[in-house]
């Protein structure tokens, strides 16, 4: 299994997705009925991660060392045994507003020092507001062709059953401040 050929809604009126046609980015922008820190848990804390990122026909394991230099390592399996990975490093991590990650090999062991050059810059941004939280997810890639590419693969649709996903898992949280 990859990322490409995953089942993926199609965006829908909860997710405002950009793709400006001189920028090599993607942004997807989804407001959740949570408090930030708890969404921040969500984004951080493998056992969270576990109930949204990825596709839904799969189990999602995670490693988050949440630091400048540290692994985000995510792993999906399907059914049927089939798999599919990947690496980043953090760049930035401003606890409970922002983090910055880049793509990294796999078997990376984390840190920054002899990174090959960056392919994905990822930002995930909060912002919360009358006790929602709006979450921006901004990744650009290297081209405008490469961007363009990534989304007919179905990257926008990934982001979007995430966002879809984690709407649903924090409702089944207790309610908090």
Not at 13 to 32: K, L, S, W
């Amino acid at each position: 299994m990859t990322a490409a050929n995953a089942r993926m809604p199609a965006a829908d009126a909860d997710n405002h997705i950009e793709m400006p046609a001189d920028d090599a980015i993607i942004r997807v922008t989804r407001a959740f009925a949570a408090p930030r820190a708890l969404v921040w848990e969500c984004y951080t804390i493998p056992a969270h991660l576990a109930h949204f990122w990825g596709p839904r026909d799969t189990i999602t394991t995670a490693t988050v060392d949440l630091r400048i230099g540290g692994l985000w390592r995510i792993d999906w399996r399907g059914a049927d045994g089939s798999g599919f990975g990947y690496s980043s490093v953090f760049l930035e991590v401003d606890a409970p507003k922002r983090m910055v990650y880049r793509d990294a090999p796999d078997g990376w062991p984390g840190g920054l020092d002899g990174l090959p050059p960056i392919e994905l810059h990822t930002v995930i941004a909060l912002a919360e507001s009358g006790g929602r939280t709006a979450v921006t997810v901004t990744v650009r890639f290297n081209s405008v062709a490469l961007r363009d590419e990534n989304a007919r693969r179905g990257f926008t649709g990934m982001v979007v059953n995430g966002n879809d996903r984690l709407a649903e898992y924090l409702a089944t949280l207790p309610p908090r401040r």
